[in-house]
C-alpha cells in the first residue's frame, strides 16, 4: 500500500528576536481605541495576574508546554485517522506550532524550553506583547538555538482575500495550534470564525491544545465555584471595558471543536480546577 502523499514544507523561516514583528494590515473593523487597551496592559499584565491569582496561570502554561511536548513526541496518542492508521498521516515535525494571542511570550518561553528544536509562530495584535514576549525569549538566550520563532502582528479574524483562500498573514500548513487564554476573548461566533480561519492550516492528524478558564459550572458547588463567577464576572467587565474583547462570558470553548472534525483525547484541570487544559486531534477527510 502506498503512503499518502507529505504534505508541503512550508519555507523554514527567519529566525527574528530582535527585528520588529511583521506587521500585518488589519482586516477586520477594531473598535476604536480599545484594540489600543492591551498596549496598556503589557506592562502590568503579569503582575496583576500574580496579585490576584498566584502562580496558577503559570502553572497552567507549564502544564499547557507539557502536554504540547507530548503531544508532538507522538507517543501514545491516537492517530487522526484511527486504530491501525497509516502514521505518515500525521503533520510533518519540520512544520511550526502556531501560537495565537501570544501575549507577553511567558507561555512560549516555556513551549521553547520544553521543545528544543521546534518552530513556532507567534502571533498577536497588540506590538507591546510582542515586544515584551521577544525581549523574554532574547533574554533567556533560548532564539536560537533552542527554537526558532516568527512573529506576526495581526488581528484574528482576518479575512482571506477570496472566499476559502489562505489568509496571508499566517502559514499555510502548521503542526499544530496553542492557544492558552485567548479563545476566552472571543464571542461565540466570532470564536467559530477564528477556529475555522486557523485550523484550515492544521493537517489531518495536528493537534489544538487549549488552555483556559474553567467554566464555573464543571467545578462542584461551593467556595471554588462561587470564586470562579466572581472572577470571570471581573475579568470580564475590566477587559471589556479597556479592550476590543468580544466576549461578554465565557464562551462554549469546546464548541467550534466538537462534531467539527476535531476528536478530543486530553481533558486535565488545572489548578484549584480554575483551569482546563485540553487536546483536540484533526481528523483526517
Ligand atoms: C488574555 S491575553 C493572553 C496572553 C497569553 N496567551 C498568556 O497566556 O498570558 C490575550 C492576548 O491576545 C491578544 N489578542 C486579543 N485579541 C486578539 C485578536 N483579535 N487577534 C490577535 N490577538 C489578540 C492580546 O493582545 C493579548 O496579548
Redesign the pocket.
Known sequence: MTSPPRPERTPRLETTPQAEATPRPETTTTPAGRARG?EFWAPAYSGLEHLALGRR?ERT?EQVARMTAEVAAGAGFPSATGPGADTSAAPDSELPWLV?????G??LARLVAEMPGARFVA????PA?LRRARSRLAARGSTPPLAEVEWVQ???PGAPAAPGAPSPCLPPQVQGVVT???LD?FEPDTLGRVVRELEARVPPGGHWVVADLAAPETLPAGWRRVRQRALLWLLYRGFRATT??SARRLPDLDGPFRGQGWERFRDEEGPEGMTRVTCWTRLGG
Not at 495565537?100 to 507577553?104: E, F, R, Y
Request: overall charge positive.
Open positions: 492591551w496561570l502554561r495565537p494571542g501570544v501575549g507577553n511567558r507561555g502571533l498577536d495584535s497588540s506583547m495581526a488581528r484574528l492558552s487564554f485567548f476573548c476590543d474583547v
